[in-house]
């Protein structure tokens, strides 16, 4: 069995982390955690007895079951209302450790304006660009995913990316682990605010396609490259890690 006071301590730290850069805001959005080897999964709670995703501690995390229904935690807090975009991609991605619903402002933007996020930029962070070439889903109602009917619309729309665009509401990003999902919508918010103040400057160019296919041919990784790209995932937790020390 998986430690689960630790694996809260890191739903609480992907909470805080969020919070602080601005990427949701006071108490909305969520990160939740597949419990390995159960049905069981642990989210970010709503209630009276919580103080907003930025302050976030182990206590404000509940355990669910895979029908959202609460089955531990303070009598003060209860299942997030949208926790069926958490337990139907669950359901449906046995691959996925973890999901984040958040808020990010300049992605939301980006959404109403049906505006597509372009490829800008590669050696820059090419984290940033294997999101584009991975695909980005987009969900295209603004509606709040509040029951199971919403959550299986939601689930196929998400399909198997890692991140999906919902229209007038935010993002959704899926990882193997709270860290890698935590990763992937800062990554996005960052290429949807390079391409938001680029075309404030002037008209974005994507970077050639000789470029991106160039990142393409990278290809499945071997142990090596994966050995370097989990290296460089956990150096940009730890980063983020240290930032929540550091005074606003």
């Known amino acids: 069995m998986p430690d689960l006071q630790e694996l809260k301590e890191v739903v609480a730290e ?17 990160v939740s955690a597949r419990v ?19 302050f976030t501690t182990a ?3 509940i355990t669910v079951d895979l029908n959202g229904n609460k089955v531990e935690g303070d009598e003060g807090l209860a299942r997030p209302q949208e926790v069926f975009i958490h337990t139907w991609i669950y359901k ?10 958040i808020h990010p402002p300049t992605v939301v933007l980006f959404t109403i304006c049906n505006k597509p996020i372009l490829p800008l930029y590669g050696a820059y962070d090419p984290a940033g660009l294997r999101i584009y070439l991975d695909g980005i889903a987009n969900y295209r109602r603004s509606i709040l995913i509040s029951n199971d009917e919403r959550g299986k ?3 196929q729309a998400i399909g198997d990316k890692r ?55 990278i290809g499945h990784m071997t142990t090596e490259e994966g050995s370097r790209t989990t290296g460089h995932l956990n150096s940009v937790w730890r980063f983020y ?4 020390g550091e005074p606003d």
Do not use: W
Request: with cysteine; charged share 25%.
């Open 14 to 30: 992907s909470c805080r982390i969020l919070g602080k850069l601005n990427l949701t805001k006071e108490a909305t959005g969520h």
């Open 163 to 217: 991140v999906c665009l919902m229209r007038g509401h935010g993002i959704t990003s899926v990882g193997r682990s709270v860290q890698e999902a935590t990763v992937t919508a800062i990554k996005l918010n960052q290429l949807a605010e390079i391409n938001y103040q680029a075309s404030l400057l002037g008209t974005p160019e994507p970077i050639p396609d000789e470029d991106i296919k160039a990142f393409e041919s």
């Open 59 to 61: 206590h404000e995390v």
């Open 153 to 155: 619309e939601f689930a």
């Open 36 to 54: 390995e080897g159960t049905d069981k999964v642990l989210i970010r709670a709503r209630g009276p007895a919580e103080e907003g995703v930025r």
């Open 92 to 101: 449906t991605r046995p691959d996925v450790q973890s999901v984040i619903h």
């Open 241 to 244: 890690s240290r930032l929540l």
